[in-house]
Nanobody, 121 residues
C-alpha cells in the first residue's frame, strides 16, 4: 500500500510565498510522474504542475513563472515552491503520483489527502 503525505499549506498574503511538500511511502518499486493538482470551491480539480522521474516538467499556464516543482527520486518526495501568490491561487492542493507498487507490473494513481492554501489580505 502506498501513501502520500502533504505538508506546507496555510494562509499567506497576496504576493507572498509558500512551499508545499509531499512524501510517498509504502511498497514502492518506482514512481513515474509526481505533481500537484488543486481544487477551488465550485471548480474541478486541475493540474498545477507535474514532474517526471527524468526531471521534465509541465505547468499550468496560470502558474508559469511563479511556481517551481522539484523532486527527489531517492526520497520519493516532490515539492512545489509557490511565489507571487494571488487570491485566485486559493484552493485545496493535492499531491499526485503515478506509482508502480512492489510486485506489480502496473502503475496506479495515488492522491494525497489535500492541503489548504489560502491567499488573502
Amino acid at each position: 500500500q502506498v501513501q502520500l503525505v502533504e505538508s506546507g499549506g496555510g494562509l499567506v498574503q497576496p504576493g507572498g510565498s509558500l512551499k508545499l511538500s509531499c512524501a510517498a511511502s509504502g511498497s514502492i518499486f518506482s514512481i513515474n510522474l509526481m505533481g500537484w493538482f488543486r481544487q477551488a470551491p465550485g471548480k474541478q480539480r486541475a493540474l498545477v504542475a507535474v514532474i517526471a522521474s527524468g526531471g521534465s516538467t509541465n505547468y499550468a499556464d496560470s502558474v508559469k513563472g511563479r511556481f517551481t516543482i522539484s523532486r527527489d527520486n531517492t526520497k520519493n518526495t516532490v515539492s512545489l515552491q509557490m511565489n507571487s501568490l494571488k487570491p485566485e491561487d486559493t484552493a485545496v492542493y493535492y499531491c499526485y503520483a503515478l506509482v508502480r507498487p512492489s510486485g506489480s507490473t502496473s502503475f496506479l494513481t495515488q492522491w494525497g489527502q489535500g492541503t489548504q492554501v489560502t491567499v488573502s489580505a
